[in-house]
């Protein structure tokens, strides 16, 4: 079957504009989650949904970062007034309920590039 | 706060083994898994483990789990030449939510 689908797969963009970024997960999986992987932090968590709620926002890196999820599927992730050390490649993640013996499926990722 | 370690490098020959080691420092962890990450691509879910198991087999992967030492390795059997990624250990508490914990990854490079 399909699995987690993420889109765009690459975007280069100028430092402060905005970036949509989007998370197709695998189809029955309620939880969803979003990581950054870059070269001086490696792989951080950034935020979790359960269903559309986000019970934990806890690692966005500032105000500038949000995430919607609608219909309990696609998710969005929003990026306000990019700066250069947004620069990264984002990764989705789903799974069929959040718990530990329900492991993380990951996308391909997006690579994001700020100029 | 959590942490969760890895060796950066590993070169091995091809046919030969490898063990990839892992060492963290949350002691409530419950889960614990190896993802692997080739050039451009997301994370590929190798096997995970409990943390009441002390081993676990999957094909030519083997997980082994010393928990009073909070370590873990995974071993490759036959290594080949398509086993050459970045391997990530994570870790997990178990809390509503699940999310990961990673390691920095080991490099593997498999020389034929």
């Known amino acids: 079957g399909a699995g987690v689908s993420q889109s765009p797969s690459n975007k280069v963009t100028e430092k402060g504009k905005d970036v949509e970024l989007r998370c197709d997960p695998i189809?029955?999986?309620?939880?969803l989650y979003w990581y950054r992987q870059s070269l001086g932090q490696g792989l951080e968590f950034l935020i979790y949904?359960?269903?559309?709620?986000?019970?934990?926002k806890s690692g966005l890196p500032s105000d500038r970062f949000s995430a919607e999820r609608t219909g309990g599927s696609v998710s969005t992730l929003t990026i306000q007034r990019t700066q250069q050390e947004d620069s990264a490649v984002y990764l989705c993640?789903?799974?069929?309920?959040?718990?530990?013996?329900?492991?993380?499926?990951f996308g391909d990722g997006t690579r994001l590039s700020i100029l | 706060g959590e942490d969760v370690e890895q060796s950066l490098f590993l070169s091995v020959r091809e046919g030969d083994s490898s063990v990839i080691n892992c060492t963290y420092t949350?002691?409530?962890?419950?889960?614990l898994y190896w993802y692997k990450q080739e050039p451009g691509a997301g994370l590929q879910l190798l096997t995970y483990?409990?943390?009441?198991?002390d081993m676990k087999q999957d094909q030519r992967l083997t997980v082994l789990l010393n928990k009073k030492d909070k370590h873990l390795s995974l071993r490759i059997a036959d290594t080949q030449t398509g086993d050459s990624a970045i391997y990530f250990c994570?870790?997990?508490?178990?809390?509503?939510?699940?999310?990961?914990?990673f390691g920095g990854g080991t490099r593997l490079m498999v020389k034929p």
């Open positions: 483990i409990f943390s009441n198991m």
């Open positions: 189809s029955g999986h309620t939880a």
């Open positions: 949350d002691s409530s962890s419950t889960y």
């Open positions: 993640a789903s799974s069929l309920g959040g718990q530990g013996n329900q492991p993380q499926h």
């Open positions: 949904f359960q269903g559309n709620s986000a019970p934990d």
């Open positions: 994570a870790e997990t508490p178990n809390n509503a939510g699940n999310m990961l914990t």
